[in-house]
């Protein structure tokens, strides 16, 4: 099984990133889908929840009117839309896949809010 994040790198205050999670190995419509992020000194956080037929979505308070996820089942992806980014923003963000039973993990992808 694997998860790759891509998408990351450095946006200025008020700007977008799309984040998009590539899943293998898996029965990708059997799994609830969710993005977290660690900021360096923070636990990891939730970020958006996506439920394995897309049909419920979940966001931390801080996201909520300014990111967006989404995915699509028929190409193993889920996507994380980020707007009006922040530099409290600044994280490694993770995804995760989540079935009835295992859960796993990507190796994370960097995301620097600066001007």
């Known amino acids: 099984v694997q998860l790759v994040e891509s998408g990351g790198g450095l946006v200025q205050p008020g700007g977008s990133l799309r984040l998009f999670c590539a899943a293998s190995g898996v029965v990708f419509s059997n799994y609830a889908m969710s993005w977290y992020r660690q900021a360096p000194g923070k636990e990891r956080e939730l970020v958006a929840y996506?439920?394995?037929?897309?049909?419920?979505?979940n966001y931390g308070d801080s996201m909520k009117g300014r990111f967006t996820i989404s995915r699509d089942n028929a190409k193993n992806t889920v996507y994380l839309q980020m707007n009006s980014l922040k530099p409290e923003d600044t994280a490694v963000y993770y995804c995760n896949a989540r079935g009835l039973v295992r859960e796993y993990w990507g190796q994370g992808t960097q995301v620097t809010v600066s001007s």
């Open positions: 996506i439920t394995s037929s897309g049909g419920s979505t």
